[in-house]
C-alpha cells in the first residue's frame, strides 16, 4: 500500500535549507562574478561558467565536495526522509540543480539510497579536472514552451514522465517544494495528490495569484521542521484513509484509526508517526 504513495521533491530551499548553486558560488568566493554575469546567462549556463571559473582559480572538486558536505540541512528532514522510505513510500527528486551537487550532499548524510530516482541536470568532470554542469532540456535545439520554468527544465514536463511512468491511477503523488518550477510541476498534480508549498516563497505566490489552478490538496510548510513533520502527517493520513477505503465503506474513518494501528498490513506505517 505504502508503494502508492509517491513522494516528489524539489532540492534546494526544500530538501536542503539553502540553494546549493548560491551556497557553492558564496563559499568558494565567485559571487562578484556570478551577480556580475546572472543579466547575461541563462542560471544553468551560468553556473557551468561558474565550476569552470573555480578550476582556473585552483578549487579542485575536493573543494566543491567539502564545501557542498557543509551545506545546512535541517535535521527534521533528514529523519521524514528515512522514515518515509523505510515505511515504503517512493521518493523521487526533481531538481534544477546538478546531480553531482544533490549526490554529494545526499551521500554525506546518509540518504542516496532513499530515493529511487534523481531528475536533474547531468554533470561530470571533464579531462581538466574541472565539473562541468548540462542542461536536463537540450533547449538550444528543442524548446520545452514553458513560460514559468527556466529554458534548461521544465519541471512540469518532468511530472507528466514521472505520472505517465507509473501508470496506475491509484498512486497518489505529494509534491514538495519552494519555487516557480514547483508551481509548473504542482500544476499536473490531479485531486487526492498534495502540494506542500513553501509559504511566502514563488510557489505560494503563484498559487495565491492562480487560485483555481491547482487541483491538489494545497499544505503550507515554513521551515524544515513544518516540512519533516507535515510530510509524515500527510503520508499517515494517506494510509489511514487507504485502509478505511480498503475494508469497505466505513461509518466513521477516523474511529478505525485505533484498531488499524493493530492491523498487521498497518504497522509499517506507524513508526513514521513523528513524535
Ligand atoms: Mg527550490
Ligand atoms: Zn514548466
Known amino acids: 500500500m505504502a508503494g502508492r504513495v509517491v513522494v516528489v521533491f524539489d532540492f534546494d530551499k526544500t530538501i536542503l535549507d539553502c540553494d546549493s548553486d548560491n551556497w557553492v558560488v558564496d563559499e568558494l568566493g565567485v559571487n562578484h562574478l556570478f551577480t556580475q554575469l546572472l543579466p547575461t546567462l541563462p542560471w544553468n549556463s551560468l ?59 545526499l551521500k554525506h548524510h546518509g540518504l542516496l539510497d532513499c530515493f529511487s530516482e534523481i531528475i536533474t541536470n547531468p554533470s561530470l568532470v571533464d579531462n581538466e579536472g574541472s565539473l562541468r554542469i548540462l542542461p536536463y532540456h537540450d533547449f538550444k535545439s528543442c524548446s520545452h514552451k514553458c513560460n514559468i520554468c527556466p529554458p534548461n527544465m521544465c519541471k512540469g514536463v518532468v511530472m507528466e514522465k514521472i505520472m505517465m511512468k507509473s501508470c496506475e491511477s491509484t498512486k497518489r503523488f505529494i509534491y514538495v517544494g519552494d519555487g516557480s518550477a514547483d508551481f509548473c510541476g504542482g500544476l499536473k498534480l490531479v485531486e487526492g495528490d498534495i502540494l506542500m508549498a513553501r509559504n511566502k516563497f514563488p510557489v505560494w505566490d503563484l498559487i495565491c495569484s492562480n487560485p483555481l489552478s491547482i487541483k ?38 477516523k474511529s478505525q484509526t485505533t484498531s488499524l494501528s493493530h492491523d498487521s498490513s498497518f504497522s509499517n506505517a506507524l513508526p513514521i508517526i513523528p513524535h
Open 47 to 105: 553556473m557551468d561558467r561558474m565550476m569552470m571559473e573555480l578550476h582556473s582559480r585552483g578549487k579542485t572538486m575536493e573543494d566543491i565536495a567539502l564545501c557542498l558536505k557543509q551545506a545546512p540541512f535541517h535535521p527534521r528532514i533528514i529523519s521524514a526522509i528515512k522514515l518515509a522510505h523505510s515505511a515504503g513510500c517512493d521518493l523521487k527528486i526533481v531538481s534544477d540543480a546538478n546531480v553531482i551537487f544533490i549526490e554529494t550532499i
Open 216 to 253: 491538489a490538496h494545497i499544505h503550507a510548510w515554513n521551515d524544515g521542521e513544518e516540512l519533516g513533520i507535515g510530510l509524515l502527517n500527510l503520508i499517515n493520513t494517506i494510509f489511514i484513509q487507504d485502509n478505511c477505503s480498503c475494508e469497505g465503506p466505513p461509518a466513521d474513518c
